[in-house]
């Protein structure tokens, strides 16, 4: 592809939430049901003791399940609080965890902050994605939260973007701040990146 003809970050995101919204609400919770059954399968995860994962909304690979089953076999799940700043705080999850959509509709959960650094504690990080490339460059909503706390993490730390299907491999346009995962997870099949 020509240089002149590579979509851009915003273009690729118009792109996939538009397909996003396309797809049908049981589509979408078939989908979200093999991705949460594929994340728990995953060696990784599965023996994890602390997992950072993300309350989804809108058309989201949907977490919620996934997150109230590791909890259920003895996980520690911490989820993100978005700062004003536009980074990410975090908190435990729990059965008294209130959640309440922000300005931006995401899922902002109740609880003592834990600060900046606690992602650095997770055995296993899942993040969102709109798309991954074939390197493990992930797309996301353009606010660069993720990869400012990505960037906390201890090197080879697992870090997995649930996705549907067709959303990976992408050309994804990388930045100086953009930060890989090592993994995807579709409802098809989990791809790992060296």
């Keep these: 592809m020509a240089p002149s003809t590579i979509p851009t ?6 792109r996939a939430l538009a397909a996003r919204r396309a797809m049908t609400v049981a589509a979408r ?11 728990l399968e995953a060696p990784e995860v ?8 993300y309350l989804s909304f809108g058309t989201e ?11 259920s076999r003895g996980v520690r799940v911490l989820v993100p609080v978005l700062r004003s700043d536009l980074d990410l705080d ?3 999850y729990g059965d008294k965890t209130g959640n309440a959509q922000d300005a931006r509709s995401w899922s902002t959960p109740s609880g003592p902050r834990l600060g900046l650094d606690a992602i650095a504690g997770a055995d296993v ?3 969102p994605a709109l798309a991954v490339d074939g390197r493990g460059m992930r797309l996301g909503r353009g606010g660069g939260s993720y990869d400012r706390a990505l960037a906390r993490l201890p090197h080879a730390r697992p870090v997995f ?4 299907d067709g959303e990976c491999p992408v050309v994804v346009p990388v930045e100086p701040h953009d930060r890989p995962v090592t993994a995807v997870v579709t409802p098809r099949e989990v791809l790992r990146f060296a």
């Excluded at 599965?46 to 994962?53: L, N, P, Q, Y």
């Excluded at 690979?61 to 909890?71: C, G, K, N, S, Y």
């Design 29 to 39: 919770e078939v989908a979200g049901v093999a991705i949460s059954r594929a994340v």
């Design 90 to 92: 975090w908190t435990e």
């Design 61 to 71: 690979p949907a977490t919620q399940h996934l997150v109230e089953d590791m909890r």
């Design 161 to 164: 973007a649930l996705l549907y």
């Design 9 to 14: 970050k915003a273009d690729l995101r118009a």
């Design 125 to 127: 990080v899942l993040v």
């Design 46 to 53: 599965s023996t994890a003791r602390s997992v950072a994962a």
